[in-house]
């Protein structure tokens, strides 16, 4: 069974920075795109950044380009998104996701608010 689990979500002040990662277990990690989310209250849930298996390719959302860095590490089955220059608007939910064989899967999250 495929498990997502986030962390490193908190507190910060406008401009500062987090790190977050994603944890992944039950599945080789190595031959998956990873994505991140984003859920803010009373917003539908919108795409942060993705990266493909090798690290190779990444896109991000306007919103964030320029201030997040998506990675990961397949040696430790792990990814992993920057945020710097942190903005009130980035207050939100953060997600992580696999899509494998057509189906997504979805970590429970990690809550992200700075404030100004």
């Known amino acids: 069974q495929v498990q997502l689990v986030e962390s490193g979500g908190g507190l910060v002040q406008a401009g500062g920075s987090l790190r977050l990662s994603c944890a992944v277990s039950g599945r080789s990690f190595s031959s998956l795109a990873m994505n991140w989310f984003r859920q803010a209250p009373g917003k539908e849930r919108e795409f942060v950044a993705s990266?493909?298996?090798?690290?190779?390719?990444?896109n991000y959302a306007n919103s964030v380009k320029g201030r997040f860095t998506i990675s990961r590490d397949n040696a430790r089955n792990m990814g992993d998104l920057q945020g710097n220059s942190l903005k009130p608007e980035d207050t939100a939910v953060y997600y992580c996701n696999v899509k494998i064989d057509g189906i997504n899967y979805w970590g429970k999250g990690t809550q992200v608010t700075v404030s100004s």
């Open positions: 990266i493909n298996w090798s690290g190779s390719i990444r």
